[in-house]
């Protein structure tokens, strides 16, 4: 019995491990990087690193328009899942660490000054 609940222990810590951070912080469109702003209006993941350093997988579920997205840095293959509040924010960029996702629907680059961003740092 000591062995089964040690091995359910160390799956437990080794899986929990296996998971990136992030921290959550809003930014607005004036205080983005410029290399985020030339792609933040279009909607699909973007790694501006150069190696890319990440990678995006999204899982429709059984309804349409559910997506559950999970990064994986390449590096060591360790991912976070993303079960976003709101549809729009499947549309996300990652640079140098940090992950920006928008926080409305329908964004227009003529009104760019009225949105408001996601920044996450990875850790």
Same mark, same amino acid.
């Given at each position: 019995m000591r062995i +089964? !609940? %040690? +091995?359910? @222990?160390?799956? /437990? /810590?080794i899986i929990s491990c296996n998971d990136l951070k992030l921290i959550k912080s809003d930014i607005e469109y004036s205080k983005l990087p410029i290399e985020v702003k030339d792609y933040i209006f279009e909607s699909k993941f973007k790694d501006l690193n150069k190696p890319e350093k990440y990678k995006v997988e999204n899982y429709q579920t059984l309804l349409p328009w559910i %997506? =559950?997205? =999970? @990064? @994986?840095r390449l590096r060591d293959n360790k991912s976070y899942k993303i079960n976003f509040d709101k549809e729009f924010n499947i549309s996300t960029l990652i640079i140098?660490?940090?992950? %920006? /996702? !928008? &926080? &409305? %629907?329908n964004i227009y680059p003529i009104d760019s000054l009225k949105y408001t961003f996601s920044k996450y740092l990875i850790k």
């Open positions: +089964i !609940t %040690y +091995i359910l @222990i160390l799956s /437990t /810590t %997506y =559950k997205t =999970k @990064i @994986i140098n660490d940090s992950l %920006y /996702t !928008t &926080n &409305n %629907y």
